[in-house]
Nanobody, 124 residues
Framework: QVQLVESGGGLVQAGGSLRLSCEAS????????MGWFRQAPGKEREFVAA????????SYADSVKGRFTISRDNAGSTVYLQMNSLKTEDTAVYYC?????????????????WGQGTQITVSS
């Protein structure tokens, strides 16, 4: 069982930046591909970004490409999501997730473990 704990959420003005962190409770973090998803009120959960464990390949949703950056620190068992140029439409609960798949995975159903989520609110 892997536990994921997100942190770094909060309230920020449009155009601002935030960095989310997700720490995993596993000694084999380097063998998990990681993803970030988000869910806005009244909307379905959507993919944001992912990074593979095997090659470090990354993938981004078109809506965040060029503004968000996913990275990982295997020694610290942590995945990050740097969010710049935030927009009001980025407001959502953000979840990190882990999968044993060795490749970048954008589909939520392929993730085995999920964090509890952290709220991001972007004000205009």
């Amino acid at each position: 069982q892997v536990q994921l704990v997100e942190s770094g959420g909060g309230l920020v003005q449009a155009g601002g930046s935030l960095r989310l962190s997700c720490e995993a409770s596993t000694l084999t973090f380097s063998r998990y591909s990681m993803g970030w998803f988000r869910q806005a009120p009244g909307k379905e959960r959507e993919f944001v970004a992912a990074i593979s464990w095997s090659s470090g390949d990354t993938s981004y949703a078109d809506s965040v490409k060029g503004r968000f950056t996913i990275s990982r620190d295997n020694a610290g068992s942590t995945v990050y999501l740097q969010m710049n140029s935030l927009k009001t439409e980025d407001t959502a609960v953000y979840y990190c997730a882990a999968t044993t798949s060795p490749v970048v995975t954008i589909w939520g159903y392929r993730y085995n473990y999920w964090g509890q989520g952290t709220q991001i609110t972007v004000s205009s």
